[in-house]
């Protein structure tokens, strides 16, 4: 049986937004000057919006990174719950400005043909992943990996050759693309950033049941996953 992920708890979401900012800019900065460029992988929701903020004011050569999504809500940009607008609001300002940003929402095609757009894309830009930031909701998914997602099966196989692909989901107001199992677990340092007790819990029950999608994916990552958390 796997090992649970290394766990930090922070003293405040201040402080690990802090920490957690100073940790993603140097494992960008080891990248690029190992490979030239950095694959940064963001996550939507009101949790990173602090901590993308203050990466957004680090130093570094924003312009060989290339900023992604986990996960996308299939809404156009003007949309309040895009997770690209979101990633405009808050990392891609400030010194950030010079990162390139790959959407997966398409307006020119459907979600289908957007998800396969965007697979090739990724794969010709820069995989695998140096920096991936998860965040995880109170049903135990991560990304657009629902419990309950219409393509979970194949989304989470171990051999699943499909680096990202549409999910339905019951409770879910919109169709999603999301980065499958095995892309987001490739990644080289994987960042579970999660706030509040209630989140905790959940956290600590998915990893003792091993069977919702943030234990699964935590659990292919490995030593190259951590968890950073506060009250």
């Known amino acids: ?15 690990l937004a802090e920490s957690l900012a100073a940790q993603i800019q140097a494992e960008l900065q080891q ?27 680090t130093s570094l050569d924003w312009s060989a990174v290339t900023v992604t999504l986990a996960d996308e809500r299939w809404v156009p940009n003007s949309d309040p719950r895009s997770n690209a607008a979101l990633a405009e609001q808050t990392l891609l300002r400030n010194a950030a ?11 020119d095609l459907d979600i289908d043909d957007a998800a396969r757009e965007y697979s090739t894309a ?6 695998p992943i140096d920096v991936l930031l998860l965040g995880m909701g109170n049903d135990g998914h991560t990304a657009s990996l629902f419990p309950q997602g ?4 194949r989304a989470m196989a171990p051999d699943c050759s499909d680096i990202a692909l549409p ?51 935590l659990a292919a990552a490995g030593a190259r996953a951590d968890v950073h958390t506060c009250d």
């Open 31 to 57: 990248a690029i000057a190992a490979r030239g460029k950095a694959l940064l992988v963001i996550s939507g929701g009101s949790t990173p919006r602090r901590l993308l903020e203050t990466l957004s004011q």
């Open 97 to 107: 400005t010079a990162a390139r940003f790959l959407p997966m929402f398409r307006d």
């Open 150 to 153: 219409d393509q979970l099966s």
């Open 1 to 15: 049986m796997p090992a649970d992920p290394r766990i930090t708890t922070h003293a405040s979401a201040a402080v």
């Open 122 to 127: 990724l794969y010709d830009c820069c995989l």
């Open 167 to 217: 999910m339905h989901a019951p409770g879910a107001p919109e169709p999603r693309i999301t980065l499958t199992l095995p892309t987001l677990a490739s990644a080289r340092h994987i960042h579970l950033h999660i706030e509040g007790q209630g989140k905790q819990q959940v956290l600590r029950q998915a990893l003792a049941s091993r069977d919702l999608p943030i234990a699964r994916v």
